[in-house]
């Protein structure tokens, strides 16, 4: 009974918001609309002295080499040009040493003309770009049927971040307070055009989309997570940009410090890691920290994402689990070392071959070199007359193996973007088959290290578990979601009794439980893990939806309320706990709260949606009818619903 307990009906089809934008399953939640004028700052110029590890010490692992142990400092790409200058000049002008960059420095591989699609309309929107001297704004403006403009519903940012080398494209980042969001609009290099970011074409987030540790991770250098949010970086964000030297050689600090005291070893240096003296596991696993994507990573028990140095094993810090192969698919745009691993080559090589077999990390080819340097790689294995092609074909390609064996695909995950396929098929007219999604009885995970291990491990189970509610939270995976929360549960059910202080596990099972309607015991795992980290975001967001479903309304209140504590600037939050004060009919709550999810997100139909009932309650139809029209003009595919609804609250 009443208007604000009416108000529930737009939530019903959002119940899993947080479920399917929180985590790490690929839907990012995030903040930010309004006009934000600030630049960001360079990152600091810290001495090499000052320069601390990121985590407290974690777990040593023994390696000669001794810069893989967490006390050891980074000391930044400064310190090693002084005797590396060659190779630091040429690695910032490879991918990776151009990987993230502000927007005033980074280089300007975009176009601002007509020709470039700075305007462009798609979904019932129109999205703009402009440059104004070093500062880039993005806009999004909203419109209804007729392709007008919707009145009050636009939103323009400045981004402050270019994320990516503009090789194949580039998304842009803003920054507020260190919290970090994605802009709808990227720059696609191959389509020499804008148009909107990789997986807004099925979930437009607005500039609302977090940017997580793990893109953070893989595509600048530096950048320390605060323990419990989402996208939430202490500040200054950035101790520096794009992936440095330090990333594939480990910290710096004792080789630094052995040179300038005139120390040379003779033989290995074992101050700093040298790739090449890797065994092929660890030498492997430097690349894949970025480079193997996977379908889920999860951290271990006791890890944090930054904990991982060259040297170690990866699977220490990181457990990343991979479809099985029956349902692999190994087209998604960072997939290159899944593909690579179930190629001929790779297996046959017994651990000879890797990733710089083919790829100078110091140096990339130019575009006129590109085709002999690859295919020099090629002919350090194979001899000129294992190619059984016509001779005459082949020099009309300049001999170039990789356009027959690695051939170039547009299936991939990211749109407008081509990936070369790197299984190296045998038969160049071998097309790539994507595979479906899991089914009902599929197991959809496996520990991509699995061969690295030995004997049972309880923590990987664990890891599994978490990894399968994250698969669970996926919006293709609505029709299996309780099939695989219930696989899930046992798993993290043994890690909580195992160890009780595992919020993660706590988490995952109050989520997997939810999903399973066992609510009481979801809501009671989820305080588990507030007791244990009372800021932890997507658990006070989990347990204000288990308590509203409950009818725990005091509950619901006190967790929306920490939840927007913790993340003021998430429209979702605000929303959500507008309509938490709605369903309690403390109207001028809601309304404040509505007020702030549209300041951030202006075509939130569900905030709207509050509005409506508050200004009924209120006892102004006008303005009610008003805010209807526009939830009516941003969705014209629910009208009739929204009318009927309308009907009831004014009867």
């Known amino acids: ?181 994605q802009s709808p609009i990227s720059w696609f290099q191959n389509k020499k055009a804008w148009d909107l970011s990789p997986g807004y074409q099925r979930n437009f987030v607005h500039f609302h989309r977090a940017v997580l540790p793990r893109c953070v991770h893989c595509h600048c250098d530096q950048a320390e997570p605060i323990e419990g949010a989402v996208n939430r970086y202490r500040t200054p964000v950035f101790r520096s940009y794009a992936i440095g030297c330090e990333r594939c050689h480990g910290p710096g600090e004792l080789h630094v410090a052995a040179r300038r005291r005139g120390e040379d070893p003779e033989d290995v240096d074992h101050t700093i890691v040298n790739p090449r003296r890797l065994e092929p596991a660890l030498r492997e696993a430097i690349c894949q920290q970025c480079h193997l994507q996977g379908e889920t990573t999860v951290v271990r028990l006791g890890r944090e994402l930054f904990d991982y140095r060259p040297g170690m094993p990866l699977h220490e810090v ?42 100078d990390p110091h140096r990339h080819p130019g575009r006129d070199e590109r085709v002999a340097h690859y295919r020099r790689a090629c002919l350090s294995c194979h001899d000129e007359s294992a190619c059984h092609g016509p001779a005459v074909e082949r020099r009309k390609h300049e001999d170039n193996c990789a356009e027959c064996h690695m051939p170039r695909s547009s299936i991939s995950n990211i749109a407008h973007a081509a990936i070369t396929d790197h299984r190296i098929v045998r038969s160049p007219n071998r097309p790539p088959q994507p595979k479906s999604g899991p089914r009902p009885g599929d197991i959809p995970l496996v520990f991509f290290h699995r061969d690295l291990v030995r004997g049972p491990d309880p923590e990987r189970e664990r890891d599994l578990g978490l990894a399968m509610t994250e698969v669970a939270k996926e919006p293709g995976a609505s029709e299996i979601r309780g099939l695989i929360a219930e696989r899930a549960l046992p798993l993290l059910d043994a890690a909580v009794r195992r160890t009780p202080h595992d919020v993660s596990a706590w988490e995952g099972k109050g989520y997997a439980l939810w999903t399973r309607n066992r609510r009481e015991e979801a809501l009671a795992s989820l305080q588990r893990a507030l007791e244990q980290s009372p800021k932890r975001e997507d658990a006070l967001g989990y347990a204000t939806q288990v308590a509203l479903e409950l009818g725990r309304m005091d509950a619901a209140v006190d967790y929306a309320r920490r939840l927007v504590e913790v993340n003021p600037a998430h429209p979702k939050h605000q929303t959500l706990l507008a309509h938490v004060h709605a369903q309690r009919e403390e109207w001028p709550d809601a309304l404040a709260a509505s007020k702030k999810a549209l300041q951030l997100h202006p075509a939130s139909v569900e905030a709207r949606g509050v509005l409506v009932s508050y200004h009924l309650q209120q006892g102004d139809r006008a303005a009610a009818q008003t805010e209807l029209e526009r939830m009516i003009a941003l969705n014209p595919a629910r009208a009739d619903e929204f009318r009927r609804w309308f009907e009831q609250r004014t009867r």
């Open 1 to 181: 009974s009443g208007e604000g307990k009416a108000v529930s009906g737009f939530f019903q089809s959002d119940a899993f918001y947080i479920a399917a934008c929180c985590g790490s399953a690929g839907l990012l939640i995030g903040f930010i609309l309004g006009r934000i004028t600030h630049r960001c700052p360079p990152p600091p110029v810290v001495p090499p002295a000052e320069l601390a590890p990121l985590h407290e010490a974690r777990p040593r692992f023994e390696s000669p080499f001794r810069n893989v142990q967490a006390e050891v400092k980074y000391v930044g790409d400064q310190a090693c040009a002084g005797c590396h200058r060659s190779h630091v000049r040429s690695y910032h002008a490879h991918p990776m040493g151009r990987s993230f960059a502000s927007v005033a420095d980074a280089e300007g591989v975009e176009r601002f003309d007509e020709s470039a699609n700075t305007v462009f309309e798609t979904q019932s929107m129109r999205l703009s770009v402009q440059r104004r001297g070093q500062r880039l704004f993005h806009k999004v403006t909203y419109l209804d049927a007729a392709g007008k403009p919707i009145p009050e519903v636009e939103a323009e940012a400045e981004v402050h971040y270019a994320m990516g080398s503009g090789t194949q494209g580039r998304s842009y980042l803003l920054d507020h307070d260190g919290y970090l969001f």
């Open 318 to 359: 990181l457990s990343v689990f991979v479809r099985p192969a029956e349902l692999a698919n190994n087209y998604k745009a960072v997939g290159h070392v899944e593909q690579m691993q179930v190629s001929a080559c790779f297996i046959k090589s017994g651990g000879k071959m890797g990733c710089t077999s083919c790829h």
